[in-house]
Every structure is written in C-alpha cells, then in structure tokens.
C-alpha cells in the first residue's frame, strides 16, 4: 500500500470545514467528532437513487468494502440521515484508454512520469436506513459511521427482544460494536427458524448453529437467575442432531485451539466475561444389536442408547416414517402400509375425553416383534385368499422386500425381538443443556437417519400441540444436512412434517435451526418460512440460483470469499445483510481438538432433573 494513502478511520476532520451539500454551512451537531471522507457524486451512469450512491474520496484517504458511512444531506431545506454500507470501491485515472496509460512509459516499467498521477478514488454504497425514500443531493458530505450509527443502520433501536449475535464488520480489520438480530423474528412471535447456508468445511455452519445455542442458554439462564418467576422469560430446549462423524460429541470439552489472548476480547465485545463450554449436555446414540449399550462414540462418559420396538412405533404413531420417499409415492404401497398400521393399532380414550393413548393390539394372530411381523408379511404375500387379498401379491412382495432390508440393516435402532425397546424422549419442562443425538452410526441408512428426526419432531408436534403443552417453552431443533431430510420435490411424509413445523409450529415454540450447502436443494415450503438466514462461504453455482437472488451482486460476492470467522446475517428487515465476525468457539468441534478429560467444562453425565435449570 502507497505510503501517501492513510486509513480513513484515523485521519479527523474539522467539522466546521465540512458543510451540509458544499452551500457553506456549518454540519449539523449530531456529527460532531465525526471523520468526513468524501462527498457525494451523482455524474450521469453514476445517479444516486433510493437505494444506493456514490461518493468520491479526497487523495490521501482509504476506504474498503464493507465500512459502514453516514451520509448527510439537505432536502427541501431540511436536514437528512443515509446509513449505508461501502458495496465496491473504484480507482480510475485520467487517461481514456490502456493504450494511453502504456504509451505514457512507453511500455518502460521502470519510467517514472514527470508529474503526479490525477488518477482518483471513488466509492459505491447501498442504503441500510434512510430517514425519506429519495437519494442523498451531490456534495453531500459521507462519514465513517460509529458503532451507535452501526446499530441504528441495522435497526436495532426499534427492537425490543434483540440478541447480539457478532461483531459488525468495519473494513477489513475493523468492527463497529456488537451486532445484534431481533428474537421476535427467530422464536416465533414475528416469523421464526434459523437458516445457514454454506460449503463443506469452510462454511462452519454447525459451529454458528452452535454459537446460536449457546448465547440463547446465557441469555435464558441470565433470566431465569433475574426473574426465575416471570412467565414471559426465555425457557429454551436445545436439541442438537449430529449428522457427521462425532463431531459435536465433544462440545462440553474445551477446544485446544481456543487461545484466550487471541480470543476472548471478541467475546468480552458481546458482554461475555467468561465463556466455557456446554455444561452437562446428554448425549444418546443407537442402541447395538444384541445388547443394552449404545454403539462406541469414543465419550468416556455415559451415551445413553436409543432403539425402538414395533410396540413403540405404533404407540407413538411411528409406522408410515419407516419408509421412504419412493415407497409413499406408489398409492398402493401407501394403502397397504396404513392398513396394517390400522389393523396393529388399538386405541383408548381417558373417560373425559382429554387424551387418546395409542398401543400394539395384542392376539394369537397379531404380531409384537419386528420378526414376527416379518413372517406375518412373508405369510400374507402367499395367501390366495382372506381379508388381505385386496391388496395386490406385488405390493406385498414389495412391503416385505422393504420390510427386511429395514429390520437387518438397522437391527440396533429397531430391536428385531423385543417387544420394549428404548425411545428417545426429547420433552422437557424448562431449559436445559443441549441434548445431542447422533445419527452419523447410522450412515449409509438414510432412511432410518429420517425416522429418527420425524420422530423427534413428531414428539414435539404433539407435546406443543397437546392439553399438557407448556406455555413459553421453546423447543431448538439443530439440524445440518437439511437437503437430506426435507429435499425439493420430496412430498413423502417426513418432508411433509418438517415442512409443517416450518409453516405452523413456530408459533407453538418449535423453531427449526437447519443448514446445507445448497439451499436450492431443500424444500421451498422450509426455506421460505426462514426469517433469519446466514451465509457462510457459499460458492458462486449455489448463489446463482433462485434462492438467493433477492440477494445483490456486491452481498454474493462477499459471499463467496468470507472466511470461516465470518457470516452474512439476512433478518427481513435488514435491506443488506450484516456482515459481522463470529467469536472463535471455546468449546471443541471435533475429537481432535478436545481437551484432556479433567480439562472438560463439567462432568459428562448430568445429574440435574430435568426441570431444573443448569447453570454455568
């Protein structure tokens, strides 16, 4: 960089030298210890509108992408405020062509002209907040905003239940103070869910999910110690799905590449003293075939183990899930799936009516295992006649080809011969630490990886939705991979229950905080119903597509640099996205980072009811 150019951040500007549109006059006091860097320019191919402007910069002052600037103006004599973000900025030179700048030197790279260079900079910028819908006049002067001028662009004065969620990126080194979104749109009263986007590895958007978590958990506790009796505080239920590898089975454990000096002001800058890792999270993986044990996780400490028995996926409403999207799509096949699932059911009302309990009928002829139902499969695909007739000799054969790929392949989560099994229950009273359920054991079997979820949301669906729901209680349901479990197109009867809660559950208290790194492969009905989406490094074919293309071309581009540090927050009310800085996690996001054991936030079994409110 030439040594001439200095940071516009720190070269200060006499106030009285700079006047409102070049008339002469004296800036307003509200700017007072304000740095002017330039003035607005409106040449024709360079209008400003409602939304955007230019600007040009005196010689010796830098400005970079991504600053946030102040713009004043004077309409009809009155005085005006622009809040806008640096989208591009640009060095032109006098000359008219290349040529011109070659024949200069003469092509000579070591020919140094006889006179200064008259080149000059200037800056484009989009409008986050303006005080009157019409473009800023020329000459008006623009300022580098303060952190309090960075909070008004976003809106944050006019929200009443916001949360700081990172620190606003100023320039390429620079923030201007924390950066806060408004719960209202993320639980439920104003739209609700939370969206991340981003490539493999570089995106970290597990790890933002993450940091979302965790700043809701302090914020509920600070709550619950405040006011432990007020019904309106925040109660939140963190339900973390780990979709790859065991990644997030170490998030109690301190990461090894959090360095405190390096990294704690960041947190200090949320008003974070001390941040530690989760605290007593529970952990629940697949149960192993032939044992009462969850499958090796590499935790020291207690996995508590999940499967289901045929008499618990009819209880609880489970069978339909067990199959997949080419199976609901053939109307047979589907009849005869709800058919037997009538003819296993038998269901009781209580006497006032309030609740129905559903349960595995019991009989000589009725089947209580899954390998009982499997012969009972095999013996109606070869029966001439009787009560089952009307449904075709294929679709039986395709039900039980179905039917014993499922109970071999996921004989641990299904439990071929018991009649109880181990079902996650996932419903809680007040806030906890997260409970984190793996389903990377159970890879290669997407299938049962989905009627895992639709089990877990099934269960929140009716739990919310129920005489017994608890009012206020929020439910987080993390989920990456989201393209996997609700793809575009899918109409099979998970995706259709995730696309319900999506639709209509935020306001029952189930909010979705999901990620992919393709958005334009889920559901539309899911991304849609998002009101707070985030980028992460994304890359230019995914940001092409439809999804994304209320998005500027200066907001893609950044897209596809941000390191991994860094994210792009879209709330409905942000006219660009927030572009802030994330806290490095202290706690660790894989094995490999863990800390030894004794260096771990807390022990790993809880031994806090559930009803009970963990603390850090």
Sequence with gaps: MDDSYQDATSVPIDDESVSLNGNGGTTSSTINGSLCIGRVGAPPQKEATST?????????????????????????????????????????????????????????????????????????????????????????????????????????????????????????????????IDLDYLLGTNGGHMNVNGSAGRGTKSSFLLFVIWLLLHKARLEARSRPSDKNRLRIVPIILN???????????????????????????????????????????PQMPGSDIAVPTGRTGEVKPYSWSLSDIIAQGLFSYLFAEVDANDSNFSALVMDIESWLTTESTKNDGSAVTRSLREGKEIPQTFSELLVWVDKQRQEDKGRWRNHHTSTWKKLYRRLLRLVYECKGVLRVDDQVGKPLQVTRSDTIDPLVIDLSTLAGKSEIQRFVVATILRQLVEARTGAKAQPGLIYLVALDELNRFAPRGATDAITKLIENVAAEMRSQGIILLGAQQQASKVSEKVIENVAL????????????????????????????????????????????????????????????????????????????????????
Aim: charged share 25%.
């Design 52 to 180: 955007n402007f230019f600007f040009w910069l005196p010689p010796d002052t830098l400005v970079e992408t991504t600053q946030l600037i102040t713009c004043l103006s004077r309409l009809a004599g009155v005085p005006y405020t622009y809040y806008a973000i640096v989208s591009e900025v640009y060095r032109q030179s006098r000359k008219r062509s290349m040529g011109a700048e070659i024949d200069e030197a003469d092509g000579d790279l070591n020919y140094q002209p006889p006179f200064e260079n008259d080149g000059f900079t200037y800056a484009s910028a989009s409008i986050l907040r303006s005080e009157v819908f019409t473009p800023p006049q020329e000459r008006s002067p623009v300022y580098l905003a303060s952190a309090d001028d960075a909070r008004t662009a976003y809106g944050a004065e006019d929200i009443t239940n916001s949360l700081d969620i990172g620190l606003i990126k100023n320039g390429a080194n620079q923030i201007a103070g924390p950066g806060c």
């Design 243 to 285: 979709v790859k590898g065991l990644d997030l089975f170490y998030i109690d454990r301190k990461s090894t590449l959090y360095n405190e000096q390096k990294h704690l002001a960041d947190w200090q800058a949320l008003g974070i003293a001390d941040p530690k890792p989760f605290e007593n999270a529970a952990f629940y993986a």
């Design 533 to 616: 989406r985030v980028l992460g490094r994304t890359g230019t074919l995914e940001l092409d597509a439809t999804a994304w293309r209320f998005l500027s071309a200066s907001a893609k581009s950044k897209a596809t640099v941000l390191p991994p540090g860094e994210k792009l927050v879209i709330q409905d009310n942000f006219r660009e996205p927030m572009h802030i800085r994330v806290p490095f996690p202290m706690w660790a996001m894989n094995p490999k980072e863990a800390a030894p054991s004794d260096d771990r936030a807390a022990s790993p079994t809880s031994t806090i009811p559930d009803e009970e409110i963990a603390t850090y």
